[in-house]
Antibody
């Protein structure tokens, strides 16, 4: 069974940093690209960023709203994807989800349960 | 950036009735469109990809259609478990973008 479990969400002050983890199981993690999404309170879904599998260079893409502040990495030996969040802003407050990109295209077939990040002084 | 617009924002439907949800893209996304269902406190769930292909385990009462800029999600006979928010997402070009969601509520 495919499972994605996010962790690391917390209350953090503006300007500080936080790292989220997404631990995967039930599939060959290294074969898949992974994305992070977020959902601010009572708002819709927003794509945050994406990391390709090593077979496709392990390169990343980011939304304009987080580019230069957030970075995504992966450790295929541990089946974990990370979201490093620097220079946090109050508008980064959201539930953050990791999700597995389909092997064949850009839709997302499995999602974690989410982890809450609150940025407030 | 491709802007996705969903309508209506809320639709009120009685159990057993049909619901039709629309999603419009600001430019063509071909058939690179997915639909997700989200219930309160839960993660999104993939329903439809490729504009019209049901994901594994999705009941046949859910169907998707369209291509280019106009898409529709139809729920043929609403069940109690279908009351939720539905989002469309384009994956034709970066950045991936979502519609703002349509809430399907009980009439």
């Amino acid at each position: 069974e495919v499972q994605l479990v996010e962790s690391g969400g917390a209350l953090e002050q503006p300007g500080r940093s936080l790292r989220l983890s997404c631990t995967a199981s039930g599939f060959t993690f290294g074969d898949y690209g992974m994305s992070w999404f977020r959902q601010a309170p009572a708002k819709g879904l927003e794509w945050v960023g994406f990391i390709r599998s090593k077979a496709y260079g392990g390169t990343t893409e980011y939304a304009a709203s987080v580019k230069g502040r957030f970075s995504i990495s992966r450790d295929d030996s541990k089946s974990v994807a990370y979201l490093q969040m620097n220079s946090l802003k109050t508008e980064d407050t959201a539930v953050y989800y990791c999700s597995r990109r389909s092997i064949s295209s850009g839709y997302y077939d499995y999602w974690g349960q989410g982890t809450l990040v609150t940025v407030s002084s | 950036e491709i802007v996705m617009t969903q309508s209506p924002a809320t639709v009120s439907v009685s159990p057993g009735e049909r619901a039709t949800l629309s999603c419009r893209a600001s430019q063509s996304v071909s058939s690179n469109l997915a639909w997700y269902q989200q219930k309160p406190g839960q993660a999104p769930r993939l329903l439809i990809y490729g504009a019209s292909t049901r994901a594994t385990g999705v009941p046949a009462r859910f169907s998707g259609s369209g291509s280019g800029t106009e898409f529709t999600l139809t729920i043929s006979s609403l069940q109690s478990e279908d009351f939720a928010v539905y989002y469309c997402q384009q994956y034709n070009s970066w950045p991936w973008t979502f519609g703002q969601g349509t809430k399907v509520e009980i009439k």
